[in-house]
């Protein structure tokens, strides 16, 4: 293998790796050292992964490159090096979910997700820094400390993935699963400029990935979804093949099949679009992003205007709200502090109205493009201290009021890249669709991906 083919490949795409080990190409050992050798230089700049098992990784890559030579069958991710977000428990390899009290935890069987991964031939070689207990807008926690952007280390790669997210933006890996119950896979995607897709509620099951300490009983009966982060399309659409699905474990997971998804032609979509929702502050290098983006759009032949829902954004963002602290709290707080079962029951018929507007709408479009949140990637700072954009103080979890009302309502949704505001940070997007229409949703981003400059390489990386 010519050193042009060895560095290229830790910036290859999942996908492509995995075809060009197959293909023998170049070896799973080959494609291993050189990602070790890529973390080795970049990860201490960024600190985005936090446990690696190089003795584990290359005793992978041994064993995926005897199975090529033995002419044995393979799975679409054979030999790949790829981490998980620091919730997914992994057997033998250390799981904290950001906790002190579990920074030696050492779980001994994997998340439905590891074990899924592992079989489609992944090697998992590490695992991705998260804020404790996977709740903040930033990564950082006392075991490991914090995440840097790789665009800019002065600012935040996101929250919860954000490890994951910058990970993927810097070469260390060319996948990872996050997960996102308010944002959590989308506004890292759209900080690092990577892509992200949270998939329709109880659509990848839970079972192992944890949204508390391990110890506890299952909170999140909805909101959290888990979704891939990756450097295209392509490879959100191939990892979300192999993590959905009923395991016979999540109880939540149907045993249905997914449907198909085409890439559609661009003459036959109709595109929806919204600089901001209502009363939701956003930067104007956003905003003019999305409308520039919605033009393209609309010169590439598809039915675009400017629409969204006629329903109470405000309400919709209040409900997200109670049912978040709801969720997160409920081990936590007082008996007599915890809503009533009534109050939680008149709340999830409140959330069915806000889902039935969400599905009246896209009767009429195939996918909405809107915000991921309210800025770029902004300066690290303590959480909750109020966020700048253009100038105006705006309050610190206010940065979650585009991403969140979609696990509220349970849609699925991809993000992707489509420029950089003036400072040169990244801008993505949210593609919004129906429920239960992942991978229609994914071949539509595929497509609307096409007219865009797709990843880019942080400068100096």
Excluded at 6 to 26: G, K, P, Q, V, Y
Excluded at 224 to 230: H, M, T
Aim: aromatic share 6%; charged share 20%.
């Amino acid at each position: 293998m010519n050193d042009a083919l060895a560095n290229d490949s830790t910036f290859m795409t999942a996908t492509r790796l995995a075809a060009a080990i197959r293909e023998r190409r170049i070896s799973a050992g080959e494609a291993m050292e050189a990602q070790l050798a890529r973390i080795a230089l970049v990860n201490p700049l960024i600190n985005a992964i936090v446990t690696l098992d190089e003795a584990a990784a290359r005793a992978g890559a041994k064993a995926a490159d005897m199975a090529i030579a033995r002419g044995d069958a393979v799975g679409p991710l054979h030999g790949v090096p790829i981490t998980l977000k620091d919730g997914h428990a992994t057997a033998g390899m250390r799981t904290t979910v950001g906790l002190t009290a579990w920074a030696d935890h050492i779980p001994t069987t994997d998340s439905t997700i590891a074990a899924r991964l592992r079989k489609a031939g992944a090697i998992i070689i590490g695992k991705t820094n998260v804020p404790p207990r996977l709740r903040d807008l930033q990564t950082w926690n006392p075991i490991f400390g914090r995440t840097l952007n790789p665009w800019d280390v002065a600012r935040t790669p996101g929250g919860s993935s954000g490890g994951a997210a910058a990970a993927v933006a810097a070469g260390l890996v060319p996948l990872e699963i996050g997960s996102d119950a308010g944002g959590s896979i989308r506004v890292p995607a759209h900080f690092c400029g990577i892509y992200g897709f949270k998939p329709t509620e109880a659509t990848v099951p839970i079972t192992g990935s944890y949204g508390d300490p391990p110890d506890m009983p299952r909170s999140f009966r909805l909101l959290l979804g888990i979704g891939p982060l990756a450097r295209d399309v392509d490879d959100l659409i191939l990892a979300h093949r192999i993590i959905a699905g009923a395991d016979g474990l999540d109880t939540e997971v149907p045993p249905v099949a997914l449907e198909e998804g085409p890439e559609p032609p661009l003459d036959r979509l109709r595109v929806a679009w919204a600089p901001t929702f209502p009363r939701v502050p956003v930067a104007l290098d956003i905003a003019d992003a999305i409308a520039g983006f919605a033009a393209v759009i609309e010169a590439g032949g598809a039915r675009v205007g400017q629409a969204l829902p006629s329903h109470d954004f405000a309400a919709e963002r209040a409900l997200f709200s109670d049912l978040i602290t709801w969720y997160s709290q409920v081990f936590q707080l007082p008996r007599d502090a915890s809503p009533s079962l009534s109050a939680y029951i008149e709340a999830l018929n409140q959330r069915d109205e806000f889902i039935f507007a969400w599905e009246r709408f896209f009767d009429d479009w195939d996918v909405l493009v809107c915000p991921v949140t309210i800025c770029t990637a902004f300066l690290h700072r303590e959480m909750g201290v109020p966020i700048p954009v253009d100038g105006v103080e705006t309050p610190y979890w206010a940065a979650l009021s585009h991403a969140c009302r979609f696990n509220l309502t349970g849609h699925p949704v991809a993000v992707i890249p489509i420029g950089l505001d003036r400072e040169g940070l990244p801008i993505g997007v949210q593609l919004v669709g129906r429920r239960h229409a992942d991978l229609r949703l994914l071949a539509i981003a595929r497509a609307l991906a096409r007219l865009t400059d797709g990843f880019v390489r942080p400068p100096g990386l």
